[in-house]
T-cell receptor, first 116, second 117 residues
Framework: ETGVTQTPRHLVMGMTNKKSLKCEQH?????MYWYKQSAKKPLELMFV???????ENNSVPSRFSPECPNSSHLFLHLHTLQPEDSALYLC???????????????FGPGTRLLVL | AQKVTQAQTEISVVEKEDVTLDCVYE???????LFWYKQPPSGELVFLIR??????QNEISGRYSWNFQKSTSSFNFTITASQVVDSAVYFC??????????????FGTGTRLLVSP
């Protein structure tokens, strides 16, 4: 059983396409995160939403656009991506809302994205 | 700045061998948390353990054990009697203090563990 789900699991898109990644958490958490995992690089934090408000945008290009309509759902809208954006995109959630450092983040299975 | 170093890129062992994955961290905070995650081929990061900076007791959970040494800024992970199912990438992470309502994890680059039959 997984508390964080992501769809689709795999996505191939051209540079002119528009697509969206979806994340849903069933843990009653208040914070949700998008990470990018490229080969041979540490996980990169992209965006953080706490209580449905974006609290971090880690210098991510505007071709990535997050959306958090409620505390259970998080989207990442993609448009005019580049081949170097090919990566595993991971969503995570944590209790959130208070900024405490002892929270544990729980991750989804990721969306493996290939940009042609 | 916070930093986590996992110097071992890849480790290969034969089933039933013991293996230790190293993690060294840098922080100026006196209060911090350390984590280990496992990433199997399916991609999902699976939470294994969380340890706070004030608790230096070693922890054991089945075949897994963790050795936290503040003096050397290390938080090493040992798998006893490894199994093929332990094959995965293992990440160590450090929690930063943030005042903006969320937690930020700093991850190491991961250690790929290959356990062969």
């Amino acid at each position: 059983e997984t508390g964080v789900t992501q769809t689709p699991r795999h996505l191939v898109m051209g540079m002119t396409n528009k697509k969206s990644l979806k994340c849903e958490q069933h843990l009653g958490h208040n914070a949700m995160y998008w990470y990018k995992q490229s080969a041979k690089k540490p996980l990169e934090l992209m965006f953080v939403y706490s209580l449905e408000e974006r609290v971090e945008n880690n210098s991510v290009p505007s071709r990535f656009s997050p959306e958090c309509p409620n505390s259970s759902h998080l989207f990442l809208h993609l448009h005019t991506l580049q081949p170097e954006d090919s990566a595993l995109y991971l969503c995570a959630s944590s209790q959130g809302g208070t900024g405490v450092i002892q929270e544990t983040q729980y991750f989804g299975p990721g969306t493996r994205l290939l940009v042609l | 700045a916070q930093k986590v170093t996992q110097a071992q890129t890849e480790i290969s062992v034969v089933e039933k061998e013991d293996v230790t994955l190293d993690c060294v961290y840098e922080t100026r905070d006196t209060t911090y948390y350390l984590f280990w995650y496992k990433q199997p081929p399916s991609g999902e990061l699976v939470f294994l353990i969380r340890r706070n900076s004030f608790d230096e007791q070693n922890e054991i959970s089945g075949r897994y054990s963790w050795n936290f040494q503040k003096s050397t800024s290390s938080f090493n992970f040992t798998i006893t009697a490894s199994q093929v199912v332990d094959s995965a990438v293992y990440f160590c992470a450090l929690s930063e203090v943030r005042g903006t309502g969320f937690q930020k994890l700093v991850f190491g680059t991961g250690t790929r563990l290959l356990v062969s039959p």
